[in-house]
């Protein structure tokens, strides 16, 4: 399945147009609606909850980005949206209610974080809930991961929908080891 042509022509925000001093922390509903507004591609990240449910948040744990501590997996989508993100008055949101806000007026970049810390098989929790929530939503979207796991799982729950391996020079050392043929294997 090829990417939607506008992922290829347009800026993307990263996280979306996040900018704290705005009060528009990173993956926050106000940062994707200034990137709505912007006209420009929007790239988030999510991770999943321990109902099962895909939220837009880049950070496995909580304290970077919130007063919360622990990890998200930890806790269930409606006690996330009760959190306030950093530098402002948002909370964190679902994908569903993500979707909602860009109502396929701008392309958008689908991040599935690695659940398992070391890049290994994943439960498919999180791309079940992903898979899910994308269900007839008719905006331009594709998803990726760093965890080929994750795409594998993306390709047998949702084959229509554009997918790729993220990517970065690995550091070995500091990564969880992923060989070259593994990669391969799951794309």
């Known amino acids: 399945m090829p990417l939607p042509a506008d992922l290829l022509r347009r800026p993307i925000a990263h996280r979306a147009l996040h900018d704290r001093s705005a009060g528009r922390p990173e993956n926050s509903p106000a940062a994707i ?41 930890d806790y269930t989508a409606a006690d996330l949206g009760r959190i306030t993100l950093r530098h402002s008055t948002d909370t964190i949101p679902t994908l569903p209610q993500v979707l909602a806000i860009v109502a396929g007026r701008v392309p958008l970049l689908i991040e599935i974080k690695d659940q398992t810390d070391r890049m290994a098989e994943t439960d498919g929790r999180l791309e079940a809930a992903v898979a899910r929530d994308l269900q007839g939503y008719t905006g331009p979207v594709a998803v990726m991961s760093f965890n080929p796991h994750a795409v594998a799982n993306m390709a047998r729950l949702a084959p229509n929908i554009p997918r790729g391996i993220t990517t970065a020079a690995y550091d070995y050392e500091g990564w969880a080891p992923l060989s070259p043929e593994i990669g391969r294997a799951h794309v």
């Open 33 to 73: 609606r200034a990137a709505v507004e912007a006209g420009y591609a929007i790239e988030i990240d999510v991770q999943g909850t321990s109902d099962g449910q895909a939220v837009v948040f880049h950070d496995e744990w909580m304290e970077r980005l919130t007063e919360a501590t622990g990890f998200v997996k």
